[in-house]
């Protein structure tokens, strides 16, 4: 099998699995998305949505959320954790979206970056989620994922993002990186995860996958008699 047919299997693989991929953070509008983006490092989507409700009933948009002060936010979004940071961010990201963007959103990726809090995952999932623009965000999913089948180093995040670029097809990376993201969560996780039983790795892992799950399983030694 070429590497290509290995892509377009991994591709058959997952759209077969999740044909329709929904956006997993709740929210309604581009500015709902960016916070809740936002709140999401190093914090569960299921902790998000439970907070977002919380958030959004005081401010539900940049105007409203600058009223409040940080502190305010601070309190709400604890805990999804690093609330000191991410309230600033929140906080700090509104101010200039009123300020410098009337309010709005922007809609590309150099604009979206000069905000606070807002690096290149969190301005892809953004452009691709918010505003249909083809963009692959990579998580700790895909990252992981992406180096067991083979299709990347594993050496950075980065070079995940050009790796899944170069081999995926421009027209499914916006829904790509939800299908490898769900697909990591029910059947490639980080612990636990059996690389005979996986629908892909069973198929296409790397060899140190098979390697390693044999010596975390070793022999048990029969005692010789007497």
Known sequence: MTKQEKVQDIVQTLQSLYPNPPIPLDHKDPFTLLVAVALSAQCTDERVNKITPLLFAKADNPYDMMQLSVEEIREIIKPCGLSPMK???????????????????????????????????????????????????????????????????????????????????????????????????????????????????????????????????PKKKTKKKA
């Open 87 to 217: 309230s600033k961010g929140i906080y700090g990201m509104s101010k200039i979206i009123v300020e410098k963007f009337g309010g709005v959103v922007p809609d590309n990726f150099k604009d979206l970056e000069s905000l606070p809090a807002v690096g290149h995952k969190t301005a892809s999932v953004v452009m691709s989620q918010a505003f249909g623009v083809p963009a692959f965000p990579v998580d700790t999913h895909i990252h992981r994922l992406m180096y067991r089948w083979g299709l990347s180093t594993g050496k950075s995040v980065e070079q995940t993002e050009k790796d899944a670029k170069r081999l995926f097809d421009e027209k499914d990376w916006n829904d790509l990186h939800l299908q490898i993201i769900y697909f990591g969560r029910e059947y490639c996780p980080a612990q636990r995860h059996d690389p005979n039983e996986c629908p892909i790795c069973s198929k296409h892992g790397r060899k140190t996958l098979f390697t390693e799950k044999k010596s975390s399983n």
